[in-house]
């Protein structure tokens, strides 16, 4: 069983930042597609931002773009997720979720944008941003 892993949330000042973390065991860690999801109290899991195999394309919510900032370190079996001038709306207990990225040895280029497409999930880290 894939295991996935996040850590770095905490109570923050609106504008100030935050780095997430993210592993996922298991398997080797370029065989997965990242993407980091978030869900506030009453709200439907919202999709943050996404991650291919190798780290070369990335995708960010419209919401977040210009502040967050996903990578991945492959070497350190480890996704980022970097957030700068946070708000109070950011408050969200955020997700890590993996999908293997690959079929018969082919990689896909790109990451899936939906909570469905993603198979293993971490247990999630709280973000609270105080006005």
């Known amino acids: 069983q894939v295991q996935v892993a996040e850590s770095g949330g905490g109570l923050v000042q609106a504008g100030g930042s935050l780095r997430l973390s993210c592993t996922a065991t298991?398997?080797?860690?370029?065989?997965?597609?990242m993407g980091w999801f978030r869900q506030a109290p009453g709200k439907e899991r919202e999709w943050v931002s996404c991650?291919?195999?190798?780290?070369?394309?990335?995708f960010h919510a419209d919401s977040v773009k210009g502040r967050f900032t996903i990578s991945r370190d492959n070497t350190k079996n480890t996704l980022y997720l970097r957030m700068n001038s946070l708000e109070p709306e950011d408050t969200a207990v955020y997700y890590c979720?993996?999908?293997?990225?690959?079929?018969?040895?082919?990689?896909?280029?790109?990451?899936?944008?939906?909570?469905?497409?993603?198979?293993?999930w971490g247990q999630g880290t709280q973000v609270t941003v105080s006005s």
């Open positions: 298991g398997s080797p860690f370029d065989d997965f597609a």
């Open positions: 979720a993996a999908e293997r990225a690959y079929l018969g040895g082919a990689y896909f280029y790109t990451c899936p944008f939906t909570p469905t497409e993603y198979t293993y």
């Open positions: 991650i291919n195999w190798s780290g070369d394309s990335t």
